[in-house]
């Protein structure tokens, strides 16, 4: 078949697909047809030579296999027993007290920002010492406003 895209000529012939017609029949826009699959999916390979940015290669080949070579080992340090011990919380404990550093953060922000309005407000220094959240509740609303980010400001 000759088509033309662009003022280009060139010949191009579909490559055929083997089908088998099966029992299933349907209705497209109120034409009964049948349907059929496809017996083996065809997979063309590109013709032409692959580049990419500036390198030659080939779809379908293996890899050249890259050569590894042993970085220097740096001298084992007897780990102090801090770190020794954080190797053995599990996920969970992590996870927890990953959570409760948040709330305390968060605690210490609310309390930062009531001390700074009581002392805008006038208020005596024995007010700014109240803290709210007697239970260690914090109101859900203050969690949308609080990133996990240090950079976050008051």
């Known amino acids: ?39 083996k999916a065809p997979v063309q390979q590109p013709t032409l030579d692959l580049v990419y940015r500036g390198v030659a290669y080939q779809s379908g080949t293996p890899a050249a296999a890259t050569v590894v070579t042993p970085a220097v080992e740096a ?15 599990s996920t969970e404990d992590r996870a927890r007290m990953s959570m409760m550093g948040r709330h305390r953060a ?9 001390s700074r ?7 005596p220094e024995d ?3 109240y803290w709210n959240h007697i239970q260690g509740k914090v109101h859900p609303g203050f969690w949308a406003t609080y990133s996990r980010g240090g950079a976050s400001a008051s």
């Open 1 to 39: 078949m000759k088509l033309t895209y662009r003022g280009v000529s060139y010949d191009y012939t579909p490559p055929t697909v083997e089908t088998s017609v099966t029992d299933d029949a349907g209705k497209f826009r109120g034409v009964d047809i049948r349907f059929r699959t496809v017996k």
């Open 117 to 123: 309005l009581a002392t805008e407000a006038g208020l």
């Open 75 to 89: 001298p084992a340090v007897a780990l102090s027993p801090a770190a020794s011990t954080a190797a053995t919380f």
């Open 127 to 129: 007010a700014a010492k």
């Open 106 to 114: 968060v605690k210490q922000r609310q309390q930062s920002m009531l």
